[in-house]
Every structure is written in structure tokens, then in C-alpha cells.
């Protein structure tokens, strides 16, 4: 057959999509607070304009920080926010230093990738699930109105990932209903994503595979920015996070691709009659 892997997944009903451009769909009506499904391969429309919201900076660059780079590359906007610093990731380097390191890599590497580095205070591992981390966030979607958000898969071993998805789920909520009154007006997200992080596998299934072959290597240089990015913690993340987008890149017919899981409620095909 003359049909590729990247041609079945964008056709394959309740499977995988791939995404590189292509045919477009006019958005569905949307209830406020309430993200909308769309019908697939609706290409990278998705990925115009993107907000990253992670526990700690290594999260927002390595494992979701490509979606970043394709909405800036292509003239979009992108934004990497962090609810904490991650200013105990290292075992060697006192806290309040490392957690200036980070920091300071984040805003360089958002630089590299023509995006904004944002940044919540909490401390790493006591990222708090409340009201107060929730507006916050709210606030921080509001005031920049990013179409598409990622963030943490709700698997995970760390408390702060599992913290970090409960938190976005309300401030998602809370962001899109004009009924509640904040400094700026409601803004709701079109599209929400699960990335692919290797701390957050349990029940993780990938339906949709976005082509970052344009961008890889700014990702990559972005990332290379931070001190952890190398091993320096104990985990070779520059060889897992390369590597597997080369491996999603295979399954997706694309050089390189990251995968990522759409919120169960936008898991929606429209199909219409003739």
C-alpha cells in the first residue's frame, strides 16, 4: 500500500493524530470555562499560540517546551510559566542558589525560543492545591490568552506534577467564566494537552503527534541552557528527551515529533453526512 504511518494516524478514529499543517475546521461552539473538541487533524492551528504550565522549569522546557518553540517559530506566542523554581533539584548546590540558576536559565532559554519565561514562587515539592495557586494561575491565562495549554499528566510519582495538573484543571475553569471577576476579562483555552514526561507515565496514552523538525534543534539549545540538562542530577535528560523525540519522530513518519495526550473531553470527532 502506498499510504504512510503519519497518513493512518491522521485518518485512525479514537487513535492518533498526527500534526503538520494542513486542512483546517472552523472552531465549535464552546461552553465558557469549557474546552470544546474539535475534529481531527486540524493541524497546527492547535499550536499558534501556547502556554506551558509545569511544576518546575526542566519540566516546562524538556518535556513540553517544543510545543513552544512550533508557535513562535511559525509567529505565534508562546509562554513557559513554573509554579515553583525546582530550587531543591540538586543535591550539591544550596537552595536559594539553585533556585537562581533555574530561573535564570528559564528566562534564557524562553529567550532562545522567542517565548516568555513566567514564574509562580512556591517551593519545590510543597506546591500547594488551593484557591490562591488556582487564581494565580487563572490570572497568569487571562492576562496572555494562550489558545493551547500543557501541562502535567495527572500519573505521576511526584507530588508536585500530580499538584500541578489538579491546580491547572480549576484555573482552566475558573479563567473561561465571566461570571467570576478577576483584573482582566474571561478568556477561555481552545485546547488542553498532557505532555509526554517520563515522570508522569502511569496511564499516559499518546493521541496526537506534533511535528517539531523545524524547531528541534532551538528546543534542544534552549534546554542545554539549564545546569541539569546534562546528568548533573542523576538523569541524562538530554539523551531522553532527544532521543525520544527521534522515536515519536518514527512512529509519526516526521524526522522528529513530540507525543501528547488531549483532555479526555476534546477526545471528539465531528463527522459529517453527505
Same mark, same amino acid.
Given at each position: 500500500?502506498? &499510504?504512510?504511518?503519519? =497518513?493512518?494516524?491522521?485518518?485512525?478514529?479514537?487513535?492518533?493524530?498526527?500534526?503538520?499543517?494542513?486542512?483546517?475546521?472552523?472552531?465549535?461552539?464552546?461552553?465558557?470555562?469549557?474546552?470544546?473538541?474539535?475534529? $481531527?487533524?486540524?493541524?497546527? @492551528?492547535?499550536? &499558534?499560540?501556547?502556554?506551558?504550565?509545569?511544576?518546575?522549569?526542566?519540566?516546562?522546557?524538556?518535556?513540553?517546551?517544543?510545543?513552544?518553540?512550533?508557535?513562535?517559530?511559525?509567529? +505565534?506566542?508562546?509562554?513557559?510559566?513554573? %509554579?515553583?523554581?525546582?530550587?531543591?533539584?540538586?543535591?550539591?548546590?544550596?537552595? =536559594?542558589?539553585? +533556585?537562581?540558576?533555574?530561573?535564570?536559565?528559564?528566562?534564557?532559554?524562553?529567550?532562545?525560543?522567542?517565548?516568555?519565561?513566567?514564574?509562580?514562587?512556591?517551593?519545590?515539592? /510543597?506546591?500547594?492545591?488551593? /484557591?490562591?495557586?488556582?487564581?494565580?494561575?487563572?490570572?497568569?491565562?487571562? /492576562?496572555?490568552?494562550?489558545?493551547?495549554?500543557?501541562?502535567?499528566?495527572?500519573?505521576?510519582?511526584?507530588?508536585?506534577?500530580?499538584?500541578?495538573?489538579? $491546580? $491547572?484543571?480549576?484555573?482552566?475553569?475558573?479563567?473561561? %467564566?465571566?461570571?467570576?471577576?478577576?483584573?482582566?476579562?474571561?478568556?477561555?483555552?481552545?485546547?488542553?494537552?498532557?505532555?509526554?514526561?517520563?515522570?508522569?507515565?502511569?496511564?499516559?496514552?499518546?493521541?496526537?503527534?506534533?511535528?517539531?523538525?523545524?524547531?528541534? !534543534?532551538?528546543?534542544?539549545?534552549?534546554?542545554?541552557?539549564?545546569?541539569?540538562? @546534562?546528568?548533573?542530577?542523576?538523569?541524562?535528560?538530554? =539523551?531522553?528527551?532527544?532521543?525520544?523525540?527521534?522515536?515519536? +519522530?518514527?512512529?509519526?513518519?516526521?524526522?522528529?515529533?513530540?507525543?501528547?495526550?488531549?483532555?479526555? !473531553?476534546?477526545?471528539?470527532?465531528?463527522? +459529517?453526512?453527505?
Amino acid at each position: 500500500m502506498g &499510504s504512510t504511518r503519519r =497518513d493512518f494516524l491522521a485518518m485512525a478514529g479514537g487513535s492518533a493524530v498526527a500534526l503538520a499543517g494542513g486542512k483546517t475546521f472552523p472552531n465549535p461552539a464552546q461552553l465558557p470555562g469549557h474546552a470544546g473538541g474539535e475534529n $481531527v487533524n486540524s493541524g497546527q @492551528r492547535d499550536f &499558534s499560540s501556547v502556554m506551558v504550565i509545569a511544576a518546575h522549569p526542566g519540566d516546562a522546557f524538556f518535556a513540553m517546551g517544543a510545543p513552544v518553540a512550533v508557535a513562535t517559530h511559525s509567529g +505565534g506566542q508562546g509562554w513557559l510559566l513554573s %509554579l515553583s523554581l525546582g530550587e531543591r533539584g540538586s543535591a550539591k548546590i544550596p537552595a =536559594d542558589q539553585y +533556585g537562581e540558576l533555574q530561573r535564570q536559565a528559564a528566562e534564557k532559554g524562553a529567550g532562545i525560543m522567542s517565548a516568555k519565561a513566567l514564574f509562580l514562587h512556591y517551593r519545590d515539592g /510543597e506546591i500547594p492545591v488551593n /484557591e490562591e495557586a488556582k487564581f494565580a494561575v487563572c490570572d497568569f491565562i487571562r /492576562e496572555n490568552k494562550p489558545d493551547t495549554v500543557v501541562t502535567h499528566w495527572k500519573g505521576s510519582w511526584h507530588k508536585d506534577h500530580r499538584a500541578c495538573y489538579d $491546580v $491547572v484543571q480549576d484555573a482552566l475553569f475558573y479563567a473561561g %467564566l465571566p461570571a467570576i471577576a478577576r483584573k482582566e476579562p474571561a478568556h477561555t483555552v481552545k485546547r488542553l494537552y498532557f505532555a509526554n514526561n517520563w515522570e508522569d507515565a502511569n496511564d499516559f496514552v499518546a493521541d496526537t503527534y506534533l511535528d517539531i523538525t523545524a524547531v528541534c !534543534d532551538q528546543w534542544l539549545n534552549a534546554c542545554a541552557v539549564f545546569p541539569m540538562w @546534562r546528568g548533573e542530577n542523576g538523569f541524562r535528560y538530554n =539523551d531522553y528527551y532527544s532521543s525520544l523525540a527521534i522515536g515519536q +519522530g518514527c512512529l509519526s513518519n516526521f524526522q522528529r515529533a513530540v507525543s501528547l495526550m488531549s483532555a479526555e !473531553d476534546q477526545r471528539v470527532r465531528r463527522i +459529517g453526512t453527505p
